[in-house]
C-alpha cells in the first residue's frame, strides 16, 4: 500500500509562485515514475509532469514546461512541482501519482496509487 499526501496549495494571484510537495509512504518504496495531474473545474484531470525514479528523466507537459519543475527527493521520500509565473488557467486540484511505466507517465491509467489532491487558485 502507498500513501501520498500533496501539500502548499493556496489562493495566490497571477505571476506569483507555489511549490507543492507530496510525500510518499509505502512498506516498501518502488515507484517508477511520480506524476502531477490537475484538474480544473468542470474539466477532465489531465497530465501536468512526471519523473522517474531518479528524478534523472522528466516528462512535463507543453504548456507549462517553461513554467513548472517536477522533482524528487528519496531520501525524504518527497516529489515536488515547482510552479511559477502562475496563470488563473492553472487553477484547480493538483494531485501525485504513483505509476507503473515511464512510458506511459502521461496517462492516468497508468497511476496505481493517488494522493487526495491539494487545491490551487490564481487570481486575475
Known amino acids: 500500500q502507498v500513501e501520498l499526501v500533496e501539500s502548499g496549495g493556496g489562493l495566490v494571484q497571477a505571476g506569483a509562485s507555489l511549490r507543492l510537495s507530496c510525500l510518499v509512504s509505502?512498506?516498501?518504496?518502488?515507484?517508477?515514475?511520480m506524476g502531477w495531474f490537475r484538474q480544473g473545474p468542470g474539466k477532465e484531470r489531465e497530465f501536468v509532469a512526471a519523473?522517474?525514479?531518479?528524478?534523472?528523466?522528466?516528462h512535463v507537459e507543453e504548456s507549462v514546461k517553461d513554467r513548472f519543475t517536477i522533482s524528487r527527493d528519496n531520501a525524504k521520500n518527497t516529489l515536488y512541482l515547482q510552479m511559477n509565473s502562475l496563470k488563473p488557467e492553472d487553477t484547480g486540484v493538483y494531485y501525485c501519482?504513483?505509476?507503473?511505466?515511464?512510458?506511459?507517465?502521461?496517462?492516468?491509467?497508468?497511476?496505481?496509487?493517488w494522493g487526495q489532491g491539494t487545491q490551487v487558485t490564481v487570481s486575475s
Open positions: 501519482a504513483s505509476g507503473r511505466s515511464w512510458t506511459n507517465s502521461h496517462r492516468t491509467d497508468n497511476y496505481d496509487y
Open positions: 509505502a512498506r516498501t518504496l518502488v515507484t517508477p515514475v
Open positions: 519523473c522517474n525514479w531518479f528524478g534523472s528523466a522528466t
